[in-house]
């Protein structure tokens, strides 16, 4: 299941989670919506291993400016709190699964 972020609550779910994937996007954007399925399915697949968030930078413009996203949309990956990993643009399921693997192992 995806957790939904915000600028409030983003620093502590992401640091509660061993490892997060965190999708930025925007209703407004095409490749934000054709991912969606995907990250929907990643959540499905790391259920219980890695916390999948997404953030709407329309409605949170605080965290997307303080991580230097420009544009959308970004996936940046977390291990411990840390950002680990980024991968901006729409990307087959594939890539984003290696990314998570790498820091699960």
Wanted: charged share 25%.
């Amino acid at each position: 299941m995806e957790v939904e972020l915000t600028d409030a609550n983003f620093d502590e779910k992401v640091a509660s989670a061993k490892v997060a994937l965190v999708d930025l996007w925007a209703e407004w954007c095409g490749p934000c919506r054709k991912m969606a399925p995907v990250v929907a399915q990643l959540a499905q697949n790391f259920d219980g291993k890695v916390m999948v968030g997404k953030l709407n930078i329309t409605e949170n413009e605080e965290t997307p400016a303080k991580l230097g996203v420009m544009s959308i949309p970004t996936f940046l990956i977390f291990k411990e709190g840390k950002l680990v990993d980024r991968q901006v643009g729409a990307v087959p399921i594939q890539v984003l699964e290696e990314k998570i693997n790498a820091q699960l192992a």
